[in-house]
């Protein structure tokens, strides 16, 4: 088994996947953050990069004050680096020989792309019978093998950025990359499926992930709607298609996100808007009532709230148990999970060598994810990683071997 760096004498417990070695061959998010989420959790996660390195290293600004790019270092921490050049044949055995030792192959280049370095599944599995595989592309490896898998392509055509924006305006992409991170989340969800199969069976498998097919799974009451009731749904701004009040509000200096999902949730709005007949109203009854009127009820529900800031009602709002919320900015989030005692930041790599991430969103009480390393420089363990390659395989105790 390939060692990762010593962990903090006051991080002594094993982790999940523990002893589980990923040969990471993927770049830019999807695949990196499936790896980085694996690698947190125990696996011993190998970042295999050309000569000029992961596209993301050089997507900046922002950057942080030592010049690493932030966005790479968002997906690639708990990872070593090794550089491989494909096109030389010394570093393409290398590659094939990593493989040979994974328990998992992660990828994401184009649909059969990795064919002619023997690094696709079929080549890898006649070395390596109980691998599992994961592959994710952007369209699928069927008719849309040869459609670049850019995010922002996949909002577009999956139909999201229809959804996205005001009725009138014009569509808008996600403020984040939706549905790499969905691909990483599902790879991750397969990946661990898979590992539990293997546990029972000894079995690897190759698995398949896209972009597009996460998004028709992650697009969820909207791709329901055509398929299930035949309704195209459009864009609606901020308002919900089948719940109101369930959006933003004006009120005396800034707008707050009002939730009410229910009969009872509204009720106690009302109540503390100080206008309770509303929620006996006849015309507001149900939500079905006021969804379909949501334009004669939002003016009742705005004048009362503009006669006091969003702070106030916020504060009014959840002492009676109605969800709602300011509309903050990344850095007013943060601060705002901190404030609520989730730890959103944490330091990852090895005293003295230790900067800033964002905690993994697991919590479990037996073994709880680490963060040993930094998001390695380019190369950074290429000597090390090759060294373990070298020696005698029989050295290495890998899971497979030790069964």
Same mark, same amino acid.
């Given at each position: 088994?390939?060692?990762? /760096?010593q962990?903090?004498?006051?991080?002594p417990?094993?982790?999940? !996947?523990?002893?589980? +070695?990923?040969?990471?061959?993927? @770049? +830019?998010?999807?695949?990196?953050?499936?790896?980085?989420?694996?690698a947190?959790?125990?696996?011993?996660?190998?970042?295999?990069?050309?000569?000029?390195?992961?596209?993301?290293?050089?997507?900046?600004?922002p950057?942080?004050?030592?010049?690493? =790019?932030?966005?790479?270092?968002?997906?690639? @921490? $708990?990872?070593?680096?090794?550089? !491989?050049?494909?096109?030389?044949?010394?570093?393409?055995?290398?590659?094939?020989?990593?493989?040979?030792?994974a328990?998992?192959?992660?990828?994401?280049?184009?649909?059969?792309?990795?064919?002619?370095?023997?690094?696709?599944?079929?080549s890898?599995k006649?070395?390596? %019978?109980?691998?599992?595989?994961?592959?994710?592309?952007?369209?699928?490896?069927? %008719?849309?093998?040869?459609?670049?898998?850019?995010? !922002?392509i996949?909002?577009?055509?999956?139909?999201?950025?229809?959804?996205?924006?005001?009725?009138?305006?014009?569509?808008?992409?996600?403020?984040?990359?939706?549905?790499?991170? &969905?691909?990483?989340?599902?790879?991750?969800?397969?990946?661990?499926?898979?590992?539990?199969?293997?546990?029972?069976?000894?079995?690897?498998?190759?698995?398949?992930?896209?972009?597009?097919?996460?998004? &028709?799974?992650?697009?969820?009451?909207?791709?329901?709607?055509?398929?299930?009731?035949?309704?195209?749904?459009? @864009?609606?701004?901020?308002?919900?298609?089948?719940?109101?009040?369930?959006?933003?509000?004006?009120?005396?200096?800034?707008?707050?996100?009002?939730?009410?999902?229910n009969?009872?949730?509204?009720r106690?709005?009302? +109540?503390?808007?100080?206008?309770?007949?509303?929620?006996?109203?006849?015309?507001?009854?149900?939500? #079905?009532?006021?969804?379909? @009127?949501?334009?004669?009820?939002?003016?009742? !529900?705005?004048?009362?709230?503009?006669?006091?800031?969003?702070?106030?009602?916020?504060?009014?709002?959840? %002492? /009676?148990?109605? *969800? $709602?919320?300011?509309?903050?900015?990344? #850095?007013?989030?943060?601060?705002?999970?901190q404030?609520?005692?989730?730890?959103?930041?944490?330091?990852?790599?090895?005293?003295?060598?230790?900067? *800033?991430? +964002?905690?993994?969103?697991?919590?479990? =009480?037996?073994?709880?994810?680490?963060?040993?390393?930094?998001?390695?420089k380019?190369?950074?363990?290429?000597? %090390?990683i090759?060294?373990?390659? /070298?020696?005698?395989?029989?050295a290495?105790?890998?899971? #497979?071997?030790?069964?």
């Amino acid at each position: 088994m390939f060692p990762l /760096a010593q962990q903090p004498e006051t991080t002594p417990r094993a982790r999940p !996947l523990d002893g589980v +070695v990923v040969a990471d061959f993927s @770049r +830019v998010l999807a695949g990196p953050y499936a790896t980085m989420l694996l690698a947190d959790m125990g696996a011993e996660v190998i970042k295999v990069e050309s000569p000029a390195g992961d596209d993301t290293r050089s997507w900046v600004p922002p950057v942080r004050p030592d010049g690493v =790019s932030t966005y790479y270092a968002a997906i690639n @921490r $708990n990872k070593k680096s090794v550089v !491989l050049d494909f096109k030389d044949s010394n570093d393409l055995a290398a590659a094939q020989a990593l493989a040979a030792r994974a328990d998992v192959v992660i990828e994401n280049f184009k649909p059969g792309g990795l064919k002619r370095f023997g690094l696709d599944y079929a080549s890898v599995k006649e070395r390596n %019978e109980s691998v599992i595989y994961c592959s994710i592309s952007g369209f699928g490896t069927a %008719e849309g093998s040869s459609l670049p898998g850019y995010d !922002l392509i996949v909002q577009a055509m999956s139909g999201l950025m229809s959804l996205t924006g005001g009725p009138e305006g014009s569509p808008y992409r996600a403020g984040i990359s939706v549905f790499d991170v &969905m691909a990483g989340l599902h790879s991750t969800i397969g990946i661990l499926a898979a590992l539990r199969h293997r546990d029972q069976t000894g079995e690897g498998q190759s698995i398949e992930t896209s972009l597009m097919a996460s998004a &028709m799974s992650g697009l969820v009451n909207q791709t329901s709607a055509y398929v299930a009731g035949g309704v195209t749904p459009h @864009r609606m701004g901020n308002a919900h298609p089948s719940l109101f009040p369930y959006e933003p509000l004006p009120t005396a200096d800034d707008d707050l996100i009002v939730a009410a999902g229910n009969n009872a949730q509204f009720r106690k709005l009302c +109540v503390v808007l100080g206008v309770p007949e509303l929620a006996d109203d006849p015309r507001f009854a149900e939500n #079905k009532d006021r969804t379909e @009127r949501r334009e004669e009820l939002r003016p009742l !529900l705005v004048d009362r709230l503009r006669t006091e800031s969003a702070g106030y009602w916020f504060d009014k709002l959840n %002492e /009676a148990g109605v *969800p $709602n919320g300011p509309i903050n900015s990344i #850095k007013q989030g943060v601060e705002y999970a901190q404030k609520l005692g989730l730890e959103p930041v944490v330091q990852v790599g090895t005293p003295g060598h230790q900067v *800033p991430g +964002v905690r993994n969103p697991i919590t479990f =009480s037996a073994t709880p994810p680490q963060y040993d390393l930094a998001p390695p420089k380019l190369g950074e363990h290429t000597e %090390e990683i090759l060294a373990w390659l /070298a020696a005698p395989t029989t050295a290495a105790a890998s899971t #497979k071997e030790k069964a």
